[in-house]
């Protein structure tokens, strides 16, 4: 029997050293984890200083954003005051819909899992990822 | 012993496939919940395309409708910043409280279950819901 | 962006028409789930006659088979007393280690899901769920 | 204000290379967890092939021998039956008491976390929890 694998360990590893990296030059301390497409856990660095509240928020960053295929951020423009659909935030055991997790779409346009990063602000967050996302498609 | 079924097999099937039909119309890739009048799961299909996040949220959004006997999108107006119940939508692990929940009527005028659809935008969940049930009403 | 879908709904929807039919057959009411690769739900019946407490277990059988790779009574190989990993089964939230979860193997090996079966006696089940398998595989 | 580390990056990474090193030779494909003496998630890499009910294991064994400051195995010793303890195995969540999760205790004897190897037979799980502990203190 063969696991079919949307994300390789190869692949989250160049993300877990890429964002730490990243996060390591902006002086901020973070969590990087690594989701495949069907949101189960593939990779997890905790950098020394990380505060642990946030091992679970970058996790549900990277829920997120592999959940809908979107960035945890703009899940809440879905959900906000005002939006179409209130309380979305309270579904799939708790969004996370703020800056720092980025879905994975590899070059055919397939969501191949998702990135989250927390420990810094969500600006610093979303940067770092996107940083990490950006040295495994360059 | 004998299982008191509120809405049948027969009628959940005729719902999930008048709902993926017109979403296939309308080219959104949704999830198409049915739950009975004790809002216990009764069918279910996903569509190929659909996102993961969405199972949850169809089957929530028929929880809604099938606990209250209204619209999902209704309930929100009994939580929604101003109104008299804030933080109902709290209650019962999570209420999902906008369109796409539809709760299903009998011609006696009784209450026998919900369908939630999600996967487009609430307007479209909304429309295929309709459907649906006009369908199973027609 | 392209979801990749590990089992389709077509599939989906010859094991449950076919799950159905055999249970029908063997004059059983049953629940019939089939889940993906990583274990969310693509697709759900339930028949009328069945009891609700085997929703959970039906796709809870399905969650063992599709999260080992193995068939759900397998995994009881592990966990049985005198086996080398007991409480095994309080793993993932709870495993269901017996008769009628089958994981869905495609001809190349690849593991693309599983199919859980509840309702009558787990023997039933397992038969269920094999002769699903075998239309979707003949 | 400063994170008190019980286990460092480098030490969890040193952990993670030296166990998949070691499973990759022995040619199964397993989870590595890395948990701090909090029992909190410190690093972590699933290898290609692993199942996905591996994840929850590992970790579970991790946090067994974190919680405990013993090998998740040796606490099978206080409640397999006829032992003092009858039902530990339900406490803390559930634990995973079987081969494969080894505390960390450093050069003056103090807890500093724990790993915790799940995909092969435990006995493989725990050789692989071992090698790697070799390389670290080596």
């Given at each position: 029997m063969t696991i079919s694998e949307t994300i390789t360990a190869d692949q989250a590893q160049v993300l877990l050293v890429a964002g730490q990296a990243h996060a390591a030059a902006m002086g901020v301390h973070v969590i990087v984890a690594v989701l495949d497409a069907g949101a189960h856990l593939k990779a997890f660095a905790r950098m020394d200083g990380?505060?642990?509240?946030?091992i679970d928020v970058a996790i549900g960053k990277a829920r997120t954003a592999a959940l809908f295929g979107t960035s945890s951020a703009a899940v809440w423009d879905y959900c906000q005051?005002?939006?179409?659909?209130?309380?979305?935030?309270?579904?799939n055991g708790g969004l996370?819909?703020?800056?720092g997790g980025v879905p994975l779409i590899d070059?055919?346009?397939?969501?191949i899992g998702a990135i989250g990063v927390s420990g810094g602000a969500p600006s610093q967050d979303l940067a770092i990822a996107e940083a990490a996302l950006a040295t495994l498609n360059g």
């Amino acid at each position: 029997m063969t696991i079919s694998e949307t994300i390789t360990a190869d692949q989250a590893q160049v993300l877990l050293v890429a964002g730490q990296a990243h996060a390591a030059a902006m002086g901020v301390h973070v969590i990087v984890a690594v989701l495949d497409a069907g949101a189960h856990l593939k990779a997890f660095a905790r950098m020394d200083g990380a505060v642990l509240g946030s091992i679970d928020v970058a996790i549900g960053k990277a829920r997120t954003a592999a959940l809908f295929g979107t960035s945890s951020a703009a899940v809440w423009d879905y959900c906000q005051p005002g939006a179409p659909a209130p309380n979305l935030q309270a579904s799939n055991g708790g969004l996370m819909p703020f800056p720092g997790g980025v879905p994975l779409i590899d070059a055919d346009g397939v969501l191949i899992g998702a990135i989250g990063v927390s420990g810094g602000a969500p600006s610093q967050d979303l940067a770092i990822a996107e940083a990490a996302l950006a040295t495994l498609n360059g």
